[in-house]
């Protein structure tokens, strides 16, 4: 069965510090991973997405993610938080033609 | 990337009316889309997938004739809930696929419906 977990449906950071928003999976196939992000009353906007090859993929605004088969992982990170990066993130694994959502993590930046 | 409308971005209806949600892919000629439901702090879940010029192929138990979808255009899906119950009450996304790619999807803002 696929499925995608987000751990902590809110996290609150201070301006400037470590983002890290997790996301585990679980999939019958090699998987493809992706990081969404929603800003209010927007579209989800893609953010990173892992296929094959390098397991550490970096996307916009300074995010990224690492895959770890291991841990089913795609946990999301950024170095040092902005104020406009709060919004909802979203961890999806697609395949057999299908996207499989996570159920979303709210990240507030603390000024 | 694809720019994606929905309309209305609200609406509210009476229980046993039918309502109508417009999605629209406003620069890129959409031949495959996608409908998703989202519930509240629940994942987004793909009802059905919209094809041009034909049937759209519901996910197993999205009900047909209650969710109907019609695809009529390159640019133009609708969704349409009929004979509305509270339980309906959700939040329902439309993406299109870019490229070919069905991994490659661009959402748009979803549609917010309240049904009383």
């Known amino acids: 069965a696929q499925s995608v977990t987000q751990l902590g449906s809110h996290v609150s950071v201070s301006e400037g510090a470590l983002v890290l928003l997790r996301c585990n999976y679980s999939?019958?196939?090699?998987?493809?991973l992706f990081w969404y992000v929603q800003y209010p009353n927007q579209g989800l906007q893609l953010l990173l997405k892992?296929?094959?090859?390098?397991?550490l993929v970096k996307g916009i605004n300074g995010f990224e993610a690492e895959f770890k088969k291991s841990e089913t992982s795609f946990h999301l990170t950024k170095p040092s938080a902005h104020m406009s990066d709060a919004a909802e993130y979203f961890c999806?694994?697609?395949?057999?033609?299908?996207?499989?959502f996570g159920s979303g993590t709210k990240l507030n930046v603390k000024p | 990337g694809a720019v994606v409308s929905q309309h209305p971005s609200r609406v509210i209806c009476k229980s046993g009316t039918s309502v109508k949600i417009e999605c629209r892919s406003l620069?890129?000629?959409?031949?495959?889309m996608f409908w998703y439901r989202q519930f509240p702090k629940k994942s987004l879940m793909l009802m059905a997938t919209?094809?041009?010029?034909?049937?759209?192929?519901?996910e197993q138990g999205v009900e047909k004739d209650k969710f109907l979808i019609n695809h009529a255009s390159l640019t133009l899906s609708t969704l349409t809930v009929t004979s509305a119950h509270p339980e309906d009450s959700s939040f329902y996304i439309c993406?299109?696929?870019?490229?070919?790619?069905?991994?490659?999807?661009?959402f748009g803002p979803g549609t917010r419906l309240t049904v009383l």
């Open positions: 993406s299109v696929q870019g490229g070919g790619r069905a991994d490659t999807q661009y």
């Open positions: 999939s019958s196939v090699p998987p493809y």
């Open positions: 892992y296929t094959t090859g390098a397991t």
């Open positions: 999806a694994l697609y395949n057999f033609n299908k996207f499989y």
């Open positions: 620069d890129f000629q959409a031949t495959t």
């Open positions: 919209s094809n041009e010029g034909s049937k759209a192929t519901y």
